[in-house]
């Protein structure tokens, strides 16, 4: 997740307050691993939108983009390892799970206590 999703309010301080109180929560029960792209990572391959890389255990990886109006399945092998490499790119660019999730649970506090994350 990019820095800005915690930093720039979309909804009011109470509700995202609890959005994010429920993402570190479903990050403490290691239902996923977050990692923050923080500001100073500068511009990144996946500016454009949201991606997905999925792997299955009975079929071929998967990459869905998706942009303001479409999203696209991506399944070209050759293709996939472009994105599977940038990915990999910008999960190292990302904060470890750990300070993740206290940068989640940090602006969450913040939204609690009526300030806006820093």
């Known amino acids: 997740m990019h820095e800005s999703i915690l930093r720039q309010p ?3 301080a109470n509700d995202m307050a609890e959005q994010l109180a429920h993402i570190a929560a479903v990050a403490r029960r ?11 990572a500068g511009a990144h391959p996946f500016m454009m939108g949201t991606a997905w890389l999925m792997s299955f255990g009975d079929a071929p990886p998967l990459m869905y983009t ?18 599977t490499k940038a990915y990999d790119r910008l999960r ?7 300070a993740s999730l206290k940068m989640i649970e940090a602006a969450a506090e913040d939204y609690r206590n009526g300030k806006l994350p820093r």
Do not use: H, K, N, V
């Open 10 to 12: 979309i909804i009011g």
């Open 30 to 40: 290691r239902t996923f691993i977050p990692q923050i792209l923080p500001w100073s």
């Open 66 to 83: 998706e942009g303001m109006y479409s999203g696209q399945i991506i399944d070209d092998p050759e293709i996939l390892g472009y994105y």
């Open 92 to 98: 190292a660019a990302a904060l470890s799970p750990a």
